[in-house]
């Protein structure tokens, strides 16, 4: 048994019954006991795959792998899997403790009453709802049926557990909170856990890696730090980082990078970040706000044409070929709106992307 392949999806496509193919020859693996986030924009396929993890919908090409063992055609219920909901789909009628014990007195490997009540009591004191014992769900905050509905998905004490967007019914400070715990408890656990979410801050803070898709297709399988400093194409570029990363249509020609407003001597660029010898045409020359900063002998002058502040840094709004673009500072350099500044950026942090959004820098 390889630890680092407990799940192993293989050339996995599924066309639905109206012909629409959500999934497009996606291969990955995950790691016993990590967490692994299933990232990207909403109708990208991330339900689908959990979907056909947990045996609720049939592949059309490919394999699932648990454990060595191919699952595809192994019942739900033998799939030993945990799933949260993202609507947490609760029983209204039963109390927290008899929504918790439900999936252990059910089925075919039913337990005793009261051996069925020790585990649950053992998750829901894990989950933290020991004294909402005797509530019913609708008297219940959205985080607390969050809670019920994982100390439900745990009790049979599944191989692997899967969460589908289970923040997104909450506010935004208990999603931070919740988050955090959710973290915690899945380690303490130690369940091998697939996290679907939209939200790439939700992803990076909590992913041991993370998996990026779009439209079906796998764009990053990795470590959240690396959809910051090495993005694979322009689509993850653009969908990871908060203020969103900034673009600059430029022409190459044999020496250097032309845009509207700036040359850039390509002498200047760090040659062995060129991935590949690129013809001269049309590129786009992107950089995170970060690394695009004021400085009087900068590349290119602009108008500061707002501020907006985030807890301890400011984003310097200007536009740029119609667009806008942003420059992250921190609070202390004395700049302010309408304000004439020169920017500079850090070459050995900017990327290139062909306009099909191939990276080549
Ligand atoms: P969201 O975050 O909005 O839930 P998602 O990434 O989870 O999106 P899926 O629900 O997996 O996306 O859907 C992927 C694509 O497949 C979408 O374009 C969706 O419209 C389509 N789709 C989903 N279910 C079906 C179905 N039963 N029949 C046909 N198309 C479907």
């Known amino acids: ?32 006991g990590d967490l692994v986030c299933l990232l990207g924009p909403s109708g990208c396929g991330k339900t689908t795959i959990l979907n056909i993890l947990a ?3 049939n592949p059309t090409e490919g394999d699932i792998i648990f454990n060595g063992k191919s699952v595809v055609k192994v019942a739900p219920k033998d799939r030993h899997i945990g799933y949260v909901f993202q609507n947490y789909a609760l029983y209204p009628h039963m109390t927290v403790l008899q929504n918790v014990m439900f999936p252990l007195i059910v089925g075919a490997n039913k337990k005793p009453k009261t051996e069925a009540k020790k585990i649950a009591t053992k998750y829901m004191e894990l989950t933290q709802i020991t004294e909402l014992a005797d509530q019913k769900p609708g ?8 809670r019920v509905a994982i100390a439900r998905a745990l009790v049979q004490e599944p191989q692997i557990l899967l969460m589908d967007e289970p923040l997104s019914n909450l506010d935004a400070r208990l999603r931070l909170k919740i988050r955090e715990e959710i973290r915690s408890l899945v380690k303490s656990v130690g369940i091998t856990t697939l996290f679907v979410t939209h939200d790439q801050e939700e992803a990076l803070s ?73 013809p001269d045409g049309e590129y786009i020359l992107s950089v ?72 080549v820098y």
């Open 139 to 146: 008297n219940l905050s959205g985080g607390q049926q969050q």
């Open 206 to 278: 909590i992913g041991d890696k993370i998996i990026l898709f779009n439209d079906g297709i796998i764009q990053q399988d990795d470590l959240g730090q690396n959809f910051y400093l090495e993005p694979n194409n322009y689509f993850v570029a653009n969908f990871v980082g908060n203020p969103v990363i900034d673009n600059f249509k430029v022409t190459k020609t044999a020496n250097e990078l032309k845009s509207s407003q700036f040359t850039i001597d390509l002498a200047d660029l760090e040659q062995s970040r060129f991935k590949r010898e690129i």
């Open 1 to 32: 048994m390889d630890n680092n392949k407990f799940v192993e999806v293989k050339n996995l496509r599924k066309v639905y019954d109206n012909g629409h193919e959500a999934i497009k020859n996606v291969s990955f693996s995950v790691k016993k």
């Open 288 to 359: 995170r706000p970060e690394n695009i900063v004021p400085d009087p002998d900068g590349l290119f002058g602009t108008t500061v044409d707002d501020i907006e502040l985030i807890g301890r840094e400011r984003i310097l709004k200007f536009t740029f070929d119609n667009e806008q673009v942003r420059s992250l500072i921190n609070l202390e350099t004395p700049i302010k709106r309408g304000d004439q500044i020169k920017l500079k950026m850090r070459f050995n942090r900017v990327f290139l992307f062909t306009p099909e959004g191939e990276r």
């Open 55 to 57: 045996g609720l919908l």
